[in-house]
């Protein structure tokens, strides 16, 4: 079992950046693909931006190509969303995801893929 705790989120300005982080403890994240999804209020759950354990293996929505960037760091079971020039329909509940496979360059935009959740960490963009 892994427990995923987001961190990282808060109340910024249009075009300010922020970094969240997801730590895992529990299990190492070294062999699990990883993705972020975000929930505004009255929507439904949307891909943000996944990477494969390997980090050889990115997706990001159209939505915020350019703007954000997932990495992450093995050896610290953390993985990484630096998001810059943010904007106020960026703002929601972010979440960090977790799917354990043997395929090194594994990455999912479904939310349905994934296997744990971190709690989510809120982010505002105000314009």
């Known amino acids: 079992q892994v427990h995923l705790v987001e961190s990282g989120g808060g109340l910024v300005q249009d075009g300010d950046s922020l970094r969240l982080s997801c730590a895992a403890s529990g299990r190492t994240l070294s062999t699990a693909a990883m993705a972020w999804f975000r929930q505004a209020p009255g929507k439904g759950r949307e891909f943000v931006a996944g990477i494969s354990w390997s980090g050889g293996n990115t997706k990001h929505a159209d939505s915020v190509k350019g703007r954000f960037t997932i990495f992450r760091d093995n050896a610290k079971s953390t993985v990484y969303l630096q998001m810059n020039s943010l904007k106020p329909e960026d703002t929601a509940v972010y979440y960090c995801?977790?799917?354990?496979?043997?395929?090194?360059?594994?990455?999912?935009?479904?939310?349905?893929?994934?296997?744990?959740w971190g709690q989510g960490t809120q982010v505002t963009v105000s314009s």
């Open positions: 995801a977790a799917k354990y496979t043997s395929a090194r360059g594994y990455v999912s935009p479904s939310s349905s893929s994934y296997d744990y």
